[in-house]
């Protein structure tokens, strides 16, 4: 009996040991991903822990990495750009992971192409023609309107992984789906994409579409604001529904595809992942996302004082 609580409380020191020298590793979004890692490399530069490791798998990656257990192996953070589905509640639940939901900004999905294209503005029923599987197949934009460029549909898509790909869905092919195809076939439907090349689907690098849209000036890629922001000299945003994106439209929601970005942490590695809750309290702060926060230099839109407030004392439950 004696052997064998030394043996157990030898593998409970030596998982101690081994959690300590585990970084914080955060993995998830790709439109957030710029900005956790410029606070990451800010706490590893001005605390005493390590610099937190920070990947980009995509939101639904993200997700499943964050949700699938509590061992200190699992990831800490999970960047993501959209809120949590039940699904992935489900998961988290299942393996015993609580999690804190904060969120850090406002952020627009931006319909870009290159400067040396037409810049348009589109309605999100012409979007949702243009790449619906259930839509007609138009082989050129001036086919949906003569108003619109007489050149080829080809758009490059997020992954299906993808929380822009998520949000874009909600907010665009379902927005601009037929009453009538919605009400009989559904959401599911109104979100397919064609397969004949018209939606090219691509990965999570929104850095390597900027590029392609530079070779390819009368394709257009779907991004978050903040790679237009720093790409403007390369890229242009069309108008939806009129209205341009900027941090104004994005905040007060006028933008027609305007929406909050997340981090999730995870409580049960509070206690057990070295600087896991300095680091949460430095994102959670007004030099890092408040209005005047270094943040908004990168194209993060904002919360508003009274969500920014609510964040805030979320994080004072965490001793």
């Not at 086919?143 to 080809?154: G, R, Y």
């Not at 409580?267 to 702060?285: S, W």
């Amino acid at each position: 009996m004696k052997k064998l609580i030394m043996l157990v409380c030898a593998v409970l020191f030596t998982t101690s040991v081994l959690a300590q020298k585990l970084p914080i590793t955060v993995v998830g979004s790709s439109t957030v991903y710029p900005f956790t890692t410029v606070v990451a490399e800010r706490f590893g530069k001005d605390s005493k822990f390590s610099t937190p490791i920070v990947e980009s798998t995509g939101t639904g990656g993200g997700m499943k990495l964050f949700c699938a257990g509590i061992q200190s192996n699992t990831p800490s953070v999970t960047n993501a750009s959209r809120a949590i589905k039940p699904k992935e509640e489900a998961l988290c639940k299942a393996n015993g992971v609580d999690w804190i939901e904060i969120a850090i900004g406002n952020d627009g999905i931006a319909f870009v192409n290159s400067v040396k294209g037409t810049k348009t503005n589109f309605t999100k029923e012409q979007l949702w023609e243009a790449l619906a599987l259930e839509g007609s197949h138009p082989k050129t934009w001036s086919e949906i309107d003569p108003s619109l460029p007489n050149v080829e549909i080809k758009v490059m898509v997020p992954p299906p992984t993808s929380g822009t790909r998520d949000a874009w869905n909600s907010l665009v092919m379902k927005k601009g789906c037929p009453k009538e195809i919605l009400e009989a076939k559904g959401k599911k439907a109104c979100y397919q994409l064609r397969e004949d090349g018209a939606a090219i689907e691509v990965g999570e690098n929104d850095t390597l579409i900027i590029n392609k849209l530079v070779g390819s000036p009368s394709h257009y890629g779907i991004m978050g604001y903040s790679y237009l922001m720093n790409s403007r000299d390369k890229i242009q945003a069309s108008t939806i529904e009129g209205t341009e994106i900027s941090l104004e439209s994005i905040q007060d929601y006028s933008y027609p595809i305007a929406r909050p970005l997340f981090v999730y942490f995870k409580v049960q590695h509070m206690d057990v992942i070295p600087g896991l809750k300095k680091f949460m309290k430095t994102y959670v702060n007004k030099k890092t996302m408040g209005k005047r926060g270094y943040l908004t230099d990168l194209g993060l839109v904002p919360l508003d004082a009274e969500t920014f407030k609510a964040m805030q004392t979320r994080i004072k439950s965490i001793k």
